[in-house]
């Protein structure tokens, strides 16, 4: 696990024709960021979280109970605020609509603590 303020990348990708990302595993850290390629197909994406691996993901949502939804910007890294992810391990992409194509999403991680 990482500390202090290293941040650490992990790349995923979603298939051509999907939605959603394979899962990623936090590890204790949370999400500070995220970057689409050029070539996405979707203008939004939300997030799915579960507590185990491999087990039920459900829908993020904010505190005010709608989605947590971001629009998506090619080929640029959108900022995510770390605590909307705290109590999350588990989390996958969804995107919006499928992709055209294989796309490598990359999301930068660092610990909170």
Known sequence: ???GYAVLYYSTTVSSGGTTSAEI???G??????TFPASMTSTSASFTVS???????????RSDGT??????????QVILPPY???GARFIKIVTGSSEGADR???LAM???T
Not at 67 to 76: F, K, M, N, Q, R
């Open 104 to 106: 490598t999403i990359l």
């Open 1 to 3: 696990m990482a500390s």
């Open 84 to 86: 909307d992810f705290c």
């Open 51 to 61: 507590d185990t691996t491999g087990g039920t993901f459900r829908a993020l949502y």
């Open 25 to 27: 595993d936090l590890q």
């Open 29 to 34: 850290m949370v999400p500070v960021g995220i």
């Open 67 to 76: 989605l947590y939804t971001i629009t998506v910007t090619a080929s640029a």
């Open 110 to 112: 660092r610990d909170v």
